[in-house]
């Protein structure tokens, strides 16, 4: 093969490689609202818990040191409705141009239960009590472009609302990872080449 077919090929294989480098998750939000504390309800607007503002209304939190475990073995977590509708907030706001996702474990504290799921202005889904004595778990995806800070809003009135626990947000991170430039790749190419020619010159060299 001639050395400006090796060269190209070489350089053709090496901008491909780059090109399609795998995007990673960069972790926005990891909410698990702690183990161990005790009870606390009708928790006002205003009042900060781990990464959510407490955004209307007024929320519980509660779990495994109370008389309100209704998830056992999960620790503490949220649920949406004091003694009226709540909703959560997150502190920050976030941008994903290039998407992102959500997941979150949910359940209830009685029935009928609803929520809604916020990302800025884009609903991202609506939550509705589910059955059984475990969490139920939810993702969503989120679009490129969207931006604003995630909410939670209790959409029931009355003392139990959705639960929520294990709240993770991720954004999808292209990497920025620099392609060689063309030049110094074909530099290396030709020293490489260069290389192998003297090493078999002196193999060939050693055999006389």
Do not use: C, H, W
């Not at 779990?63 to 907030?89: K, M, Q, R, V, W």
């Not at 997150?90 to 141009?97: E, K, P």
């Not at 979150?104 to 504290?109: K, L, P």
């Not at 639960?163 to 490489?192: H, Q, R």
Request: net charge negative; glycine share 14%; charged share 10%.
């Amino acid at each position: 093969m001639k050395l400006r077919s090796i060269m190209t090929s070489a350089f053709g294989v090496a901008v491909l490689s780059q090109l399609a480098a795998p995007a990673s998750a960069v972790s926005l939000i990891n909410e698990d609202f702690g183990t161990g504390l005790a009870d606390s309800f009708n928790i006002s607007t205003g009042t900060t818990i781990g990464a959510f503002d407490v955004s209307a209304g007024n929320i519980d939190l509660i779990g495994n040191n109370g008389g309100f475990d209704l998830y056992p073995g999960n620790g503490n977590y949220i649920d949406l409705n004091g003694n009226t509708t709540g909703a959560i907030t997150s502190t920050g706001s976030f941008t994903f141009a290039n998407g992102g996702i959500l997941s979150f474990d949910y359940g209830t504290n009685g029935a009928p239960t609803s929520a809604n799921v916020f990302l800025g202005t884009t609903l991202l889904g609506a939550l509705t009590n589910p059955s059984g004595a475990a969490f139920s778990n939810q993702s969503y995806s989120i679009a490129s472009g969207t931006t604003g800070a995630l909410s939670f809003v209790s959409t029931n009135s009355g003392f139990g609302g959705i639960v929520l626990d294990n709240i993770l947000l991720s954004s999808t991170d292209v990497p920025a990872t620099a392609v060689p430039e063309p030049f110094t790749m074909i530099g290396t190419l030709i020293g490489g080449t260069a290389a192998i020619r003297l090493r078999k010159k002196l193999k060939v060299d050693s055999n006389v």
